[in-house]
């Protein structure tokens, strides 16, 4: 389904406990059942709790012939021990390499609230309305340095456009109830646009 106010063909994929139905409506997007050439960017919802199944790796890759934009949606991030972080590793490992560009931060009770940007270092903080963008301090940058360092210099060798070009992989969490990472997504798929 293409949403009438977006030239995108956008298709979800993924296992059902990921909520692939969800994040579809959310982007004005269908639920997708097999790679085509038409198709302006393929999303693969992961749910940290369950991992990935076969069919969802076997549609990732049915999408390198088409050199399709691909982005990975991490859900269920709020409660369980979901970690956004352990779904990276593991996408890593079963589709190709994947970029962070943003990391979660959470609040003292262990449930998401911001995201930190790894080219700027600006923390979102996504439990004001609207979202509050700030720096961050210095004990988060420390802290995130090594994984900043990473997504850089993987940038810096894909170049400028790679995202548009399916050849650079973000993963981006995403928490629907509060907001966390639809305007990510969204700020991604407007580079196809």
Request: hydrophobic share 40%; glycine share 6%; charged share 20%.
């Amino acid at each position: 389904m293409q949403n009438p106010t977006s030239p995108l063909n956008l298709c979800v994929f993924g296992h059902p406990s990921a909520n692939p139905g969800e994040v579809a409506t959310a982007l004005g997007a269908s639920v997708g059942t097999q790679a085509t050439g038409d198709i302006s960017c393929a999303l693969f919802v992961v749910n940290p709790n369950t991992g990935i199944d076969q069919a969802t790796i076997d549609q990732w890759q049915s999408f390198d012939e088409f050199l399709t934009p691909r982005m990975i949606v991490v859900t269920q991030l709020d409660g369980n021990n979901a970690d956004f972080d352990d779904a990276v590793m593991l996408a890593n490992r079963v589709f190709d390499q994947i970029a962070t560009p943003y990391l979660v931060l959470h609040d003292d009770d262990g449930s998401p609230r911001a995201l930190i940007s790894l080219s700027d270092m600006v923390i979102t903080d996504y439990s004001t309305t609207p979202p509050t963008k700030n720096p961050c301090e210095p004990e988060h940058e420390t802290l995130v340095q090594e994984f900043r360092d990473e997504y850089l210099e993987l940038v810096t060798s894909m170049g400028e456009g790679a995202f548009a070009a399916g050849v650079l992989f973000p993963a981006i969490p995403l928490v629907m109830e509060k907001g966390i990472g639809l305007d990510v997504i969204k700020k991604y798929l407007a580079e196809l646009n």
